[in-house]
């Protein structure tokens, strides 16, 4: 009996363990026991269930946290994209309606000079990198022109034999003066003798002023760059021959050519812009400080265009000689919608904008009603506050061919 007593007490304490660690296994680790857990203890208990509340919320608003720094970093992100893609507000502005002609960018006539030989001889460069398009300071030896191995007009003879008659004139009016004061000798023969002086010191001057090594130095007239070269080394030259022609570069003409159909609004045309073959950027007379100079009041014979004439400073990026598509602006309408004509895409024939919207970019169809070559005025299919893409507007395009916003897009 005692044995069976002792068995029955033994199972019952086994259950009551096996009972506490089930327990200790629920919740956030702390101990549920009420029969052996003092009052104190109790609390703790609770404070224990604050503590994984509190880290439960912590861990919520620190997700909350990094979810605004991400809206945050949206709207940074949308104000860069706006600089990225270029987006204008649109409003009413000035627009000059133009005329598209063809054009050639030229010399400025007082803008070049040719230099000549001031002597015969044979050409010699002064540098082995003379070319077409050197750049030449003012002063600056181009060629020097010797007599080599030629018995006649030989440079140096000429040189030496103009330096031995000025000394004998210098001598011979020297000797006239002290005797015409002595009155041995007459007026006339006195002035006689100052003028083979004069004349002789002229010649010798002029022969020595650019006189060097044996040779004849050719000097650049003023600062520019060699337009064109029309002698070869080593040719024999005449005096009065063309050798260079030298462009100061600093202004440049514009020579438009309007069709005769279109002669009615010349009274009307003040400035341009014109477009260059090379880099495809856009000019405006106005802003190279250039001035409508004249247009022909009749046409060549066998043409059927009018010149229109603009000066031009050159910034040092126009190449004279260059043909050019021009845009003659003449009556200007002051409330015009025109956007850059960078914003437009063709599509069949049909061209089309961006215009920023809630679910992102719009695209929308418009009509155009002329350009500057600049700007494009709008006929249809915007108005007065839209906000329009005008630079990487391809990006977006292929953006929507992909099925995916741009990253600028924004969802509100």
Same mark, same amino acid.
């Given at each position: 009996?005692?044995?069976?007593?002792?068995?029955?007490?033994?199972?019952? %304490?086994?259950?009551?363990? /096996?009972?506490?660690?089930?327990?200790?296994?629920?919740?956030?680790?702390?101990?549920?026991?009420?029969?052996?857990?003092?009052?104190?203890?109790?609390?703790?208990?609770?404070?224990?269930?604050?503590?994984?509340?509190?880290?439960?919320?912590?861990?919520?608003?620190?997700?909350?946290?990094?979810?605004?720094?991400?809206?945050?970093?949206?709207?940074?992100?949308?104000?860069?994209?706006?600089?990225?893609?270029?987006?204008?507000?649109?409003?009413?502005?000035? +627009?000059?309606?133009?005329?598209?002609?063809?054009?050639?960018?030229?010399?400025?006539?007082?803008?070049? /000079?040719?230099? =000549?030989?001031?002597? $015969?001889?044979?050409?010699?460069?002064?540098?082995?990198?003379?070319?077409?398009g050197v750049a030449v300071s003012q002063n600056q030896t181009l060629v020097t022109l010797t007599s080599g191995a030629l018995v006649h007009d030989n440079l140096e003879a000429? +040189?030496?034999?103009?330096?031995?008659?000025?000394?004998?004139?210098?001598?011979?009016?020297?000797?006239?003066?002290?005797?015409?004061?002595?009155?041995?000798?007459?007026?006339? /023969?006195?002035?006689?003798? @100052?003028?083979?002086?004069?004349?002789?010191? &002229?010649?010798?001057?002029?022969?020595?002023?650019?006189?060097?090594?044996?040779?004849? @130095?050719?000097?650049?007239? +003023?600062?520019?760059?060699? *337009?064109? !070269?029309? !002698? #070869?080394?080593?040719?024999?030259?005449?005096?009065?021959?063309?050798?260079?022609?030298?462009?100061?570069?600093?202004?440049?003409?514009?020579?438009?050519?309007?069709?005769?159909?279109?002669? #009615?609004?010349?009274?009307?045309?003040?400035?341009?812009?014109?477009?260059?073959?090379?880099?495809?950027?856009?000019?405006?007379?106005?802003?190279?400080?250039?001035?409508?100079?004249?247009?022909?009041?009749?046409?060549?014979?066998?043409?059927?265009?009018?010149?229109?004439?603009?000066?031009? $400073?050159?910034?040092?990026?126009?190449?004279?000689?260059?043909?050019?598509?021009?845009?003659?602006?003449? %009556?200007?309408?002051?409330?015009?919608?025109a956007i850059p004509k960078t914003a437009l895409l063709e599509e069949f024939g049909n061209y089309y904008v961006f215009v920023e919207s809630h679910e992102g970019w719009e *695209?929308?169809?418009?009509?155009?009603?002329?350009?500057?070559?600049?700007?494009?005025? !709008?006929?249809?299919? &915007? @108005? =007065?506050?839209?906000?329009?893409?005008?630079?990487?507007?391809?990006?977006?395009?292929?953006?929507?061919?992909?099925?995916?916003?741009?990253?600028?897009?924004?969802?509100?």
């Amino acid at each position: 009996m005692k044995i069976f007593s002792i068995v029955a007490i033994i199972a019952i %304490a086994l259950a009551s363990c /096996q009972n506490n660690q089930g327990h200790e296994l629920l919740g956030c680790g702390h101990d549920h026991s009420h029969d052996h857990t003092p009052a104190k203890a109790k609390t703790n208990t609770h404070v224990h269930t604050d503590e994984c509340d509190h880290n439960h919320d912590h861990e919520h608003a620190h997700h909350h946290s990094h979810a605004a720094g991400a809206d945050d970093h949206k709207e940074h992100d949308h104000g860069h994209d706006h600089e990225e893609y270029g987006v204008i507000h649109v409003s009413e502005v000035p +627009f000059s309606q133009s005329v598209r002609v063809g054009g050639e960018i030229l010399q400025s006539p007082g803008d070049e /000079q040719i230099v =000549v030989a001031n002597h $015969d001889g044979l050409v010699f460069f002064a540098s082995k990198s003379m070319q077409e398009g050197v750049a030449v300071s003012q002063n600056q030896t181009l060629v020097t022109l010797t007599s080599g191995a030629l018995v006649h007009d030989n440079l140096e003879a000429g +040189f030496l034999e103009a330096k031995a008659q000025y000394e004998k004139a210098k001598v011979d009016y020297e000797r006239a003066q002290k005797l015409v004061a002595d009155t041995i000798i007459s007026e006339g /023969q006195y002035l006689d003798t @100052k003028l083979a002086y004069e004349t002789s010191q &002229l010649t010798y001057n002029n022969i020595r002023r650019n006189y060097e090594n044996g040779g004849q @130095k050719v000097l650049a007239p +003023f600062s520019g760059f060699v *337009k064109r !070269i029309h !002698i #070869a080394e080593g040719e024999f030259v005449q005096a009065g021959q063309p050798l260079f022609t030298i462009a100061q570069n600093s202004r440049l003409v514009v020579k438009a050519e309007m069709p005769q159909r279109a002669a #009615a609004s010349l009274g009307n045309i003040r400035t341009a812009n014109f477009i260059t073959p090379y880099n495809g950027q856009v000019f405006s007379t106005q802003e190279l400080n250039g001035k409508l100079i004249s247009w022909g009041k009749s046409t060549a014979q066998g043409s059927y265009y009018i010149p229109v004439i603009f000066e031009i $400073d050159n910034r040092g990026d126009l190449i004279s000689g260059t043909y050019i598509e021009v845009y003659l602006k003449s %009556a200007t309408e002051t409330n015009s919608i025109a956007i850059p004509k960078t914003a437009l895409l063709e599509e069949f024939g049909n061209y089309y904008v961006f215009v920023e919207s809630h679910e992102g970019w719009e *695209k929308r169809y418009v009509h155009i009603d002329g350009t500057d070559g600049k700007m494009v005025r !709008i006929a249809q299919g &915007l @108005k =007065v506050g839209d906000h329009v893409a005008t630079a990487n507007v391809s990006r977006i395009k292929l953006s929507q061919m992909s099925g995916q916003l741009p990253e600028h897009a924004h969802v509100h």
